[in-house]
């Protein structure tokens, strides 16, 4: 057993499923689940529960490895290199690199997917651009006018993101 005395032990973190912050975020439910105030800026660990047509459009971040599980439904995935259909059960991992992807729920019924991000802060970026909802509540969609689109793509850009229009991926 490795016991390194230099990292302070700590208590186990368990959340219970109505806990940890709740966002509505582009239409789509994104808990926090671990921040990188939890994790010493390591990674974030998101819960997002997305509704039938939403999904975040395509973007990338270069310095970010980004990974999902698809919980519950199914998702179809673009990138820059092809478009596939995630079910339950499936993994997709986003390389450091900047690939140009994205993700909607092409289904009738919500999607959950587990999300990490290496390092943290991508959820800042959520929390900046989110807004604060109970359980279960869903908010539309806010509208994309072209100061909202520039206002997101300048906070993106904070955060190590670039976004794209909609149609980038065709």
Do not use: W
Not at 22 to 47: E, H, K, P
Request: charged residues 15%; contains cysteine.
């Amino acid at each position: 057993m490795i016991n390194n005395m230099d990292t302070p032990k700590q208590a186990p973190v368990i959340l219970g499923p109505q806990q940890g912050q709740t966002l509505a975020v582009m239409g789509s439910n994104y808990r926090i689940l671990a921040s990188g105030q939890d994790t010493a800026g390591a990674y974030a660990t998101i819960d997002m529960l997305v509704p039938p047509g939403g999904g975040p459009g395509p973007h990338a971040h270069a310095d970010i490895e980004e990974t999902f599980f698809v919980v519950e439904g199914e998702v179809e995935v673009k990138s820059e290199y092809g478009t596939t259909v995630a079910a339950a059960g499936s993994f997709i991992r986003i390389p450091k690199g900047g690939v140009v992807h994205g993700f909607k729920n092409r289904s009738a019924h919500p999607a959950r997917l587990l999300c990490t991000v290496v390092p943290a802060g991508l959820e800042e970026f959520f929390q900046q651009i989110g807004q604060p909802v109970a359980p279960g509540e869903f908010l539309p969609p806010p509208p994309l006018d072209p100061a909202a689109i520039q206002r997101i793509q300048a906070l993106a850009q904070q955060y190590g993101q670039q976004v794209f229009p909609p149609s980038y991926l065709g």
